[in-house]
């Protein structure tokens, strides 16, 4: 059973802090790994994606992989309200047909 | 905006009954996928398909069916609904060719009796 694994939380940080969230996965043959922002009752939407080990930045944040550790992280610098979500972390399998394994989430409250 | 609609948004039925949940899109996208979302799991996958006539199984398949007749439509199909499967579904597209870069519908809410 190919698993990922998140703190469901919430994780709570101050406003202009940096939110870290983590993110494990049990396949050692995945590929590719994404991060979906999701509003309470709205859909998720794709906000990163990271391919290679290493770290990919997009403005505020920024995704790490670490395929020896399998362990991929979301970090969001100078965090505001706007972020409170719940970030889901999704794993590609080594068969590449956008068939995504979901962990079940990690809430984010942002506290002015 | 990816061009993808849900219908029927919203859904109560009674346990038994046949659902047909639908999914269009205008983009011509070759993939499609439906996700089901329920409290403690996240998203778990229904089914895919790769192209008209050509779907395959997800994770959580058993008690559904789907159908793609034309690109643009996908449908999901609860031949007998059962309260196990009251839950937010979601539909997506994927922007890149079989890649996890997914965009999702606004999602379509099944509760059943």
């Known amino acids: 059973q190919k698993e990922v694994e998140q703190n469901s939380g919430p994780l709570s940080v101050p406003e202009g802090a940096i939110a870290s969230l983590n993110c494990t996965y049990s396949?050692?043959?995945?590929?590719?790994f994404f991060w979906y922002r999701q509003y309470s009752g709205k859909s998720p939407e794709l906000i990163m994606f990271?391919?290679?080990?290493g770290d990919k930045e997009d403005g505020r944040f920024t995704a790490q992989l670490n395929k020896a550790s399998q362990y991929v992280s979301l970090l969001i610098r100078d965090s505001q309200p706007s972020d409170s979500a719940t970030y889901l972390c999704?794993?590609?399998?080594?068969?590449?047909?956008?068939?995504?394994?979901f962990g079940q989430g990690t809430t984010l409250q942002v506290k002015p | 905006d990816a061009g993808i609609t849900q219908s029927p948004r919203h859904k109560v039925t009674e346990t038994g009954t046949p659902v047909t949940l639908r999914c269009h899109q205008t983009?011509?996208?070759?993939?499609m996928y439906w996700y089901r979302q329920d409290p403690g799991h996240g998203l778990r996958l229904i089914h895919y398909?790769?192209?008209?006539?050509?779907?395959d199984k997800g994770e959580v398949s058993d008690g559904y069916s789907v159908s793609r007749s034309k690109t643009e439509d996908f449908l999901l199909t609860l031949e007998s609904a059962t309260s196990s499967q009251t839950s937010v579904y979601f539909c997506?597209?994927?922007?890149?060719?079989?890649?996890?870069?997914?965009?999702f519908g606004e999602g379509s809410r099944l509760t059943v009796l």
């Open positions: 997506a597209i994927s922007a890149r060719r079989g890649t996890g870069e997914l965009f």
């Open positions: 396949d050692r043959g995945s590929q590719s």
């Open positions: 990271i391919y290679s080990n």
């Open positions: 999704a794993v590609n399998g080594s068969s590449n047909t956008g068939k995504l394994i």
């Open positions: 983009e011509n996208h070759r993939y």
């Open positions: 398909s790769y192209g008209v006539k050509d779907t």
